[in-house]
């Protein structure tokens, strides 16, 4: 297993509040160990190699981020969807429903849906 993707399940879900309005020193602005877990979570995001095995997708789909993080919620997105095959589309979507967020959820389902109606 990856070593980015190990990482990426001691750190678990990522804090929400990521595009928040809040700057420093304001009220409401991430504190700085929050702000070091974002960083090591986007850091480990983006040294997953693709595709990634279905151990490492299982692993993955359980510490999705609950909240948009500035773009880094895609880079994990399309780590998970690097498993898919057109064969295993049941899989696929039982995979999806391990999802612990409805955010990341949602958007792969819709994904893996709008792919199903483009063969049809």
Same mark, same amino acid.
């Given at each position: 297993?990856?070593?980015? &993707?190990?990482? +990426? ?13 809040? &700057?420093?020193? =304001? ?5 700085? =160990?929050?702000?070091?877990? *974002? ?13 990634? @095995? *279905? ?6 789909? %359980?510490?999705?981020? @609950?909240? !948009?993080?500035?773009? +880094? =919620? *895609?880079?994990?997105? !399309?780590?998970? $969807?690097? &498993?898919? /095959?057109?064969?295993? +589309? $049941? $899989?696929? /979507?039982?995979?999806? $429903?391990?999802? #612990?967020?409805?955010?990341? %959820?949602?958007?792969?389902?819709? /994904?893996?849906? #709008?792919?199903?109606?483009? /063969?049809?």
């Amino acid at each position: 297993m990856q070593e980015a &993707v190990l990482k +990426i399940g001691t750190l678990g879900a990522p804090p929400e509040g990521f595009e928040g309005d809040a &700057v420093p020193g =304001e009220e409401g602005f991430p504190s700085d =160990e929050t702000l070091d877990l *974002w960083e090591a979570y986007q850091d480990a995001v983006d040294s997953i190699t693709r595709p990634v @095995t *279905w151990e490492e997708a299982e692993l993955l789909i %359980k510490c999705c981020p @609950t909240d !948009h993080m500035a773009g +880094i =919620e *895609w880079s994990l997105l !399309h780590c998970i $969807e690097s &498993v898919f /095959r057109p064969e295993a +589309i $049941e $899989e696929f /979507r039982a995979l999806i $429903e391990e999802c #612990n967020s409805d955010m990341m %959820k949602n958007l792969l389902l819709e /994904r893996l849906q #709008n792919y199903i109606s483009s /063969r049809e």
